[in-house]
Nanobody, 129 residues
Framework: QAQLVESGGGSVQAGGSLKLSCVASGYTYSRMCMGWFRQAPGKEREGVAAISTGGSRTNYADSVKGRFTISRDNARNAVYLQMNSLKPDDTAMYYC??????????????????????WGQGTQVTVSS
């Protein structure tokens, strides 16, 4: 059974950085479309970043463009989210997700939750002002 385990969350002051990691097991990871989502209390789950199977295509929510970078290491079955210049609005539970295939290119490419079949348990990120 597919499993995703996130790590790297924590508390940081505004302007700081964190790097989230997600390690996958139980399926052919290198063929999976991977994404990061977040959900703050009282808000809907939001797609933050996505990356194609080979890593050549990425997409980001407008709110994080230029600050967050998604990457993957297929040899380690891992996907990462480097978060820089963090803001209090970035405070949320962050989830890693895996989908059996990536969708066709579009403006909102791979940022919708319906793309994904497997989800991690989440890691909390708290940014203080």
């Amino acid at each position: 059974q597919a499993q995703l385990v996130e790590s790297g969350g924590g508390s940081v002051q505004a302007g700081g950085s964190l790097k989230l990691s997600c390690v996958a097991s139980g399926y052919t990871y290198s063929r999976m479309c991977m994404g990061w989502f977040r959900q703050a209390p009282g808000k809907e789950r939001e797609g933050v970043a996505a990356i194609s199977t080979g890593g050549s295509r990425t997409n980001y929510a407008d709110s994080v463009k230029g600050r967050f970078t998604i990457s993957r290491d297929n040899a380690r079955n891992a996907v990462y989210l480097q978060m820089n210049s963090l803001k209090p609005d970035d405070t949320a539970m962050y989830y890693c997700a895996a989908g059996r295939s990536c969708p066709r290119p579009s403006g909102t490419w791979a940022l919708g939750p319906s793309v994904y079949d497997y989800w991690g348990q989440g890691t909390q990120v708290t940014v203080s002002s």
